[in-house]
């Protein structure tokens, strides 16, 4: 079993930057693909990012790249996803989502119960 708990969501305007947090408990919780996704209001949930247990890959949905950027402290078992340039249709709760295969967008094990973000224009 895999515990997965969000953090830093909030209200930022467009064009600001939030750090979300995703702190993971379990015992082999650091041998996990770790992925981000988000589900807007009346839209289904879609993948944002994904960083394999590695550290070496990572996948970005098309919309993020090069405003988000997802790590990970496998010290602290803590995955991160920095988003910059925080545009109004990245309003969503955001969820992080943890499994074993790769490539991270479909069937994820774990989530978390999600954090709001909210971007004003």
């Known amino acids: 079993q895999v515990q997965m708990v969000e953090s830093g969501g909030g209200l930022v305007q467009a064009g600001g930057s939030l750090r979300l947090s995703c702190a993971a408990s379990g015992r082999t919780v650091s041998s996990y693909n770790i992925g981000w996704f988000r589900q807007g209001p009346g839209k289904k949930r879609e993948f944002v990012a994904g960083l394999s247990w590695t550290g070496l890959t990572t996948d970005y949905t098309d919309s993020v790249k090069g405003r988000f950027t997802i790590s990970r402290d496998n010290a602290k078992n803590t995955v991160y996803l920095q988003m910059n340039t925080l545009k109004p249709e990245d309003t969503a709760v955001y969820y992080c989502?943890?499994?074993?295969?790769?490539?991270?967008?479909?069937?994820?094990?774990?989530w978390g119960q999600g954090t709001q973000v909210t971007v004003s224009s």
């Open positions: 989502g943890a499994k074993l295969t790769w490539p991270m967008a479909t069937n994820v094990d774990y």
